[in-house]
C-alpha cells in the first residue's frame, strides 16, 4: 500500500500525472505541544483540559485514549474512564504560535494548502516532484521536517483523492505515513467499515447497517437508487465516496460560511438576565469578528444546552446583512424567547452569525427588531462608525476590555439573582 510507484505510474508511461494529495495530521497536537517543555510527562496518561468542572476534554495522549478519553468528551466523566491521568491546563497562545509555524513551512512545501484547523491540512503536492521526489519520499521529507523544526510528530496520508488522504493520514496515526495509489483505491477503501465514509455519523451508520450495509463494500455494491430512497441526496453522496469519487480540489482560501461563540458555564443560568448578558457579550465579539474579516451575515442561530445535555437550536434570516453587533443579540434574544417556558437551567448557550457574505458594501443596520427600513438607515451610519472606533480602541489597547457597560458589571458581581433584564443599548 506504501509503494510510491501507483501514483506515479500515469507519468512513467506518458500520461497524464495524477494528483498528489496529501493530509497531514499533528499527532495529540495539544498534548505533543505541552510535552516540548515537560518531557518528564511522556509515556504519562494526559489530558489536556481546562479546570472547570464543566470542562471538555481538548486532547488527551494515547495512553489516556486507551482508557477511552477522545477529545470534546466532558472532562468529568474523562476523570470517570481515566482517574489517574493528569490534567494540563490548555496554553492557546503556544499552540497558536507552534500552528502558524507548521502552516508557514507547508507553505515552502506547496503554494496550494488548505488549512482545516490548528493542527491539518490539505496538501496539493502535484507540483513538487523536483523538490521532494515521489509521493513517498514526499511524505516521508514533510514529517522529517516538522520532526526536526517542531519537535512534534504528524501522520500523513496520500492520495490521489482528497478524502481518501484523509482517511490514510488517521489510518496511519500515531506518527505514520500511508500511501495509498489509484491502483489501490478501491481495495482501500472497500475493506473500511462505513463510518470512515464522510457524512457517516452513528445515526447514519446504524441506519445503514439496519439495511445491512457494514462496510464500504456493501455500500458501494448497493444501488445508487436505493441508498437516495432512504437517505436523500446523503445516498447519492455515500454511493459516490464508496465508488472513490472525489472530485474537489485543494482549495487555499476557503470563505468562512459562519462564525460564533459559545460559552459552557460553571453554574447553571436560569435567570433571563443572565442568558442576555451572555448573548450580548457574545453579539459583541462575534460582530468584533465579522468586522475584522470584512464579513457580514444574514442570519443568526442560537444554541441552547439545559443540565440534562438536551440540546435545542434555533435560527433566523436577518432582513439585511449586517456586522451589528445590537443586531445580532436582539435576533439572539428574540429566538431566545421563541423556545419558550425552559423545563431545566441552562448549561450552554451559543450565537452564531450565517450566512456570510463578502465586501457587503452599503449595509442597511437595523437597531431593534422593530425598526422600520427608514429608522434602520437613519442610525447605520452611527452605530457603524462607533463599532468601528471601538475596533480601533481594542486593536491599540488589545488588554483593555471594550464591552458594553451591563456585561462588565454582570461579570464582576456574577449571575444576576433577579430576572431583570439588562439595559438596552
Given at each position: 500500500?506504501?509503494?510510491?510507484?501507483?501514483?506515479?505510474?500515469?507519468?512513467?508511461?506518458?500520461?497524464?500525472?495524477?494528483?498528489?494529495?496529501?493530509?497531514?495530521?499533528?499527532?495529540?497536537?495539544?498534548?505533543?505541544?505541552?510535552?516540548?517543555?515537560?518531557?518528564?510527562?511522556?509515556?504519562?496518561?494526559?489530558?489536556v483540559?481546562?479546570?472547570?468542572?464543566?470542562?471538555?476534554?481538548?486532547?488527551?495522549?494515547?495512553?489516556?485514549?486507551?482508557?477511552?478519553?477522545?477529545?470534546a468528551?466532558?472532562?468529568?466523566?474523562?476523570?470517570?474512564?481515566?482517574?489517574?491521568s493528569?490534567?494540563?491546563?490548555?496554553?492557546?497562545?503556544?499552540?497558536?504560535?507552534?500552528?502558524?509555524g507548521?502552516?508557514?513551512?507547508?507553505?515552502?512545501?506547496?503554494?496550494?494548502?488548505?488549512?482545516?484547523?490548528?493542527?491539518?491540512?490539505?496538501?496539493?503536492?502535484?507540483?513538487?516532484?523536483?523538490?521532494?521526489?515521489?509521493?513517498?519520499?514526499?511524505?516521508?521529507?514533510?514529517?522529517?521536517?516538522?520532526?526536526?523544526?517542531f519537535?512534534?510528530?504528524?501522520?500523513v496520508?496520500?492520495s490521489?483523492?482528497?478524502?481518501?488522504?484523509?482517511?490514510a493520514?488517521q489510518?496511519?496515526?500515531?506518527?505514520?505515513?500511508?500511501?495509498?495509489?489509484?491502483?489501490?483505491?478501491?481495495?482501500?477503501?472497500?475493506?473500511?467499515?462505513?463510518?470512515?465514509?464522510?457524512?457517516?455519523?452513528?445515526?447514519t451508520?446504524?441506519?445503514?447497517?439496519?439495511?445491512?450495509?457494514?462496510?464500504?463494500?456493501?455500500?458501494?455494491?448497493?444501488?445508487?437508487?436505493?441508498?437516495?430512497?432512504?437517505?436523500?441526496?446523503?445516498?447519492?453522496?455515500?454511493y459516490?465516496?464508496?465508488?472513490?469519487?472525489?472530485?474537489?480540489?485543494?482549495?487555499?482560501?476557503?470563505?468562512?460560511?459562519?462564525?460564533?461563540?459559545?460559552?459552557?458555564?460553571?453554574?447553571?443560568l436560569?435567570?433571563?438576565?443572565?442568558?442576555?448578558?451572555?448573548?450580548?457579550?457574545?453579539?459583541?465579539?462575534?460582530?468584533?469578528?465579522?468586522?475584522?474579516?470584512?464579513?457580514?451575515?444574514?442570519?443568526?442561530?442560537?444554541?441552547?444546552?439545559?443540565?440534562?445535555?438536551?440540546?435545542?437550536?434555533?435560527?433566523?434570516?436577518?432582513?439585511?446583512?449586517?456586522?451589528?453587533?445590537?443586531?445580532?443579540?436582539?435576533?439572539?434574544?428574540?429566538?431566545?424567547?421563541?423556545?419558550?417556558?425552559?423545563?431545566?437551567?441552562?448549561?450552554?448557550?451559543?450565537?452564531?452569525?450565517?450566512?456570510?457574505?463578502?465586501?457587503?458594501?452599503?449595509?442597511?443596520?437595523?437597531?431593534?427588531l422593530?425598526?422600520?427600513?427608514?429608522?434602520?438607515?437613519?442610525?447605520?451610519?452611527?452605530w457603524?462608525?462607533?463599532?468601528?472606533?471601538?475596533?480601533?480602541?481594542?486593536?491599540?489597547?488589545?488588554?483593555?476590555?471594550i464591552?458594553?457597560?451591563?456585561?462588565?458589571?454582570?461579570?464582576?458581581?456574577?449571575?444576576?439573582?433577579?430576572?431583570?433584564?439588562?439595559?438596552?443599548?
Amino acid at each position: 500500500m506504501a509503494s510510491a510507484e501507483g501514483l506515479d505510474a500515469g507519468h512513467a508511461r506518458g500520461g497524464t500525472r495524477p494528483p498528489v494529495i496529501a493530509h497531514a495530521d499533528m499527532d495529540a497536537f495539544y498534548v505533543e505541544a505541552e510535552l516540548l517543555d515537560k518531557p518528564e510527562l511522556r509515556g504519562r496518561k494526559l489530558i489536556v483540559a481546562g479546570s472547570s468542572g464543566r470542562s471538555v476534554v481538548l486532547s488527551a495522549s494515547y495512553e489516556a485514549r486507551a482508557d477511552g478519553v477522545r477529545s470534546a468528551m466532558p472532562l468529568s466523566r474523562a476523570r470517570q474512564m481515566s482517574p489517574d491521568s493528569m490534567v494540563l491546563e490548555p496554553s492557546m497562545r503556544l499552540y497558536r504560535e507552534i500552528s502558524s509555524g507548521i502552516m508557514a513551512y507547508f507553505d515552502t512545501v506547496t503554494a496550494v494548502k488548505e488549512r482545516l484547523s490548528v493542527d491539518e491540512a490539505f496538501l496539493d503536492l502535484s507540483g513538487a516532484h523536483r523538490l521532494l521526489g515521489n509521493p513517498q519520499q514526499m511524505g516521508e521529507r514533510i514529517r522529517s521536517d516538522v520532526r526536526s523544526q517542531f519537535g512534534l510528530p504528524i501522520s500523513v496520508g496520500i492520495s490521489d483523492r482528497k478524502f481518501i488522504a484523509k482517511i490514510a493520514s488517521q489510518r496511519a496515526k500515531p506518527d505514520g505515513l500511508l500511501l495509498v495509489p489509484p491502483s489501490e483505491r478501491l481495495r482501500f477503501l472497500h475493506a473500511l467499515p462505513v463510518e470512515a465514509l464522510w457524512g457517516v455519523g452513528a445515526k447514519t451508520a446504524q441506519a445503514l447497517e439496519g439495511l445491512g450495509l457494514r462496510t464500504v463494500e456493501q455500500v458501494a455494491d448497493t444501488p445508487q437508487e436505493v441508498l437516495q430512497r432512504r437517505f436523500g441526496a446523503l445516498g447519492a453522496h455515500l454511493y459516490e465516496l464508496a465508488w472513490g469519487h472525489d472530485p474537489r480540489p485543494v482549495t487555499p482560501h476557503r470563505p468562512e460560511k459562519s462564525m460564533g461563540a459559545e460559552e459552557t458555564f460553571d453554574i447553571d443560568l436560569i435567570q433571563d438576565a443572565d442568558l442576555h448578558a451572555e448573548l450580548l457579550d457574545m453579539a459583541y465579539r462575534v460582530a468584533a469578528r465579522l468586522r475584522a474579516s470584512g464579513s457580514s451575515a444574514k442570519g443568526v442561530a442560537l444554541k441552547l444546552r439545559y443540565t440534562d445535555f438536551t440540546t435545542l437550536t434555533r435560527s433566523s434570516t436577518l432582513l439585511h446583512a449586517t456586522q451589528s453587533a445590537p443586531v445580532l443579540y436582539q435576533r439572539a434574544r428574540g429566538l431566545l424567547a421563541e423556545v419558550g417556558p425552559r423545563p431545566q437551567p441552562v448549561r450552554l448557550l451559543g450565537l452564531r452569525a450565517e450566512r456570510l457574505i463578502q465586501d457587503a458594501g452599503e449595509v442597511q443596520l437595523s437597531l431593534s427588531l422593530e425598526s422600520d427600513a427608514e429608522h434602520a438607515a437613519e442610525h447605520a451610519g452611527a452605530w457603524a462608525k462607533a463599532e468601528q472606533a471601538l475596533d480601533a480602541v481594542a486593536e491599540r489597547f488589545p488588554r483593555a476590555r471594550i464591552q458594553p457597560a451591563s456585561v462588565i458589571r454582570r461579570g464582576e458581581s456574577g449571575p444576576s439573582p433577579s430576572g431583570e433584564p439588562p439595559p438596552r443599548l
